[in-house]
């Protein structure tokens, strides 16, 4: 049985920083296309990070921004670490599993077979 359960989340100033961490288990994590999405209030789901199997990053735009995306095979975990902090990072984080991921359309909700269950990050001014 496939398992994704995000944890990390919580209440932050703004300005500050955040690591967000996926474990995963009942599937071949290290094989496996991993990435973060989020979900603000009102909003679609957004593709923020990918990892693929043999460690290459992918970022909205190819530019890494304030989010970094790693992963921790011997784990089976992933980790999204957020930099600078904002009121508009106010969302749902879910993390993502697929057996591949197809080029650019790694952003695509569709790509993914299996999702975490969330986790809220709450950010105040």
């Given at each position: ?20 961490s ?17 979900q ?53 984080y ?5 057996e ?26």
């Amino acid at each position: 049985q496939v398992q994704l359960v995000e944890s990390g989340g919580g209440s932050v100033q703004a300005g500050g920083s955040l690591r967000l961490s996926c474990a995963g288990s009942g599937f071949p994590f290290s094989s496996y296309c991993m990435a973060w999405f989020r979900q603000r209030p009102g909003n679609q789901r957004e593709g923020l990070a990918a990892i693929l199997s043999d460690g290459d990053t992918r970022y909205p735009g190819y530019r890494r921004g304030r989010f970094t995306i790693t992963k921790d095979n011997a784990k089976e975990t992933m980790y999204l670490h957020i930099d600078s902090l904002n009121v508009e990072d106010t969302a749902i984080y879910y993390c993502a599993a697929a057996e591949y991921c197809t080029g650019g359309l790694w952003t695509s909700v569709s790509e993914y077979s299996y999702w975490g269950q969330g986790t809220q990050v709450t950010v105040s001014a």
